[in-house]
């Protein structure tokens, strides 16, 4: 018991001593310019997010499997707005692929029906985000949708060891579908770790730092799962960069011919 007191306090001592530099984990302007730096540049050069994700099948009461795993590239550009918020706006796809070989797939064998399903890439249907240090985060989107980080104090989860911050984004969040009509359900959880010291250096715009996110969701309507009990949980990983020559070509040149050009038209504010 001991022992958690003095983890406790000893946390409690460093998230102390950022506020004393000039760092508020409670501020939601600090939270703001952290999650800035994270996600994108808040100079306002572009970045491109390039992220592996894996699709596992949640049954009740069976056993979970790897459905299928999805390569994705989101390319980015967030301006700060004269009051001190910033706008964000970005254009990505993710192409399935098969979780053994890699290879990008068109259809796959669903393991819990045994039908065999089409698969069309994922491009955005969210297309941007304003960060308010009144008005909280809002989105934009094609689709109704709802958010427990909407429209509120935009506050992150912090863990602080040393100059090591571990930094999470929790929303839990109902949107309408496209097409269907019918209101899903999840959870989403991003996280990065990065140096408190770049997270503070008013100098530093953006941190190159890998990033976690995990969804916890409802089956996916083309799955045809009818009234099985269960759902899917998807597991990201990803890295950011300023070059878009650091983006694996392959992913780069499919994505190029199902949407020429994606990646080569402007992004604005419009």
């Not at 390319?75 to 399935?96: F, S, T």
């Not at 916890?216 to 597991?235: F, H, I, P, S, Y």
């Amino acid at each position: 018991m001991k022992i958690w007191k003095l983890k406790l306090v000893c946390l409690a001592c460093m998230l102390v001593s950022a506020g004393a530099q000039g760092f508020d984990p409670d501020n939601p302007r600090d939270n703001i310019e952290a999650w800035v730096k994270l996600r994108g540049d808040a100079s306002g050069k572009p970045t491109y997010r390039v992220s592996y994700m894996s699709a596992f099948g949640v049954p009740r009461g069976d056993f979970s499997v790897e459905m299928f795993t999805l390569a994705s590239v989101t390319k980015q550009v967030i301006r700060k707005m004269p009051n001190g918020d910033y706008e964000a706006r970005w254009r990505g796809c993710g192409l399935y692929t098969d979780p053994r070989t890699g290879e990008f797939i068109s259809s796959f064998k669903n393991p819990f029906t045994g039908e065999t399903i089409a698969l069309k890439p994922l491009c955005s249907m969210v297309t941007g985000a304003r960060y308010s240090v009144k008005d909280g985060m809002s989105m934009l989107s094609d689709f109704p949708m709802e958010s427990t980080i909407f429209n509120k104090p935009y506050i992150l989860n912090w863990k602080i060891v040393g100059d090591t911050a571990f930094v999470e984004r929790v929303a839990h969040t109902e949107w309408e579908e496209p097409g269907s009509g019918r209101l899903k359900h999840e959870m989403t959880i991003d996280s990065y770790v990065a140096p408190l010291s770049e997270i503070m250096d008013p100098n530093v715009t953006s941190i190159n730092v890998p990033y976690s996110y995990t969804l916890v969701t409802e089956w996916m309507t083309m799955l045809n799962m009818q009234d099985r009990a269960g759902g899917m949980l998807w597991k990201s990983i990803g890295t950011k960069h300023h070059d878009v020559n650091e983006v694996p070509a392959e992913l780069l040149e499919e994505i190029d011919r199902i949407k020429p050009g994606e990646f080569d038209k402007p992004i604005t504010f419009d």
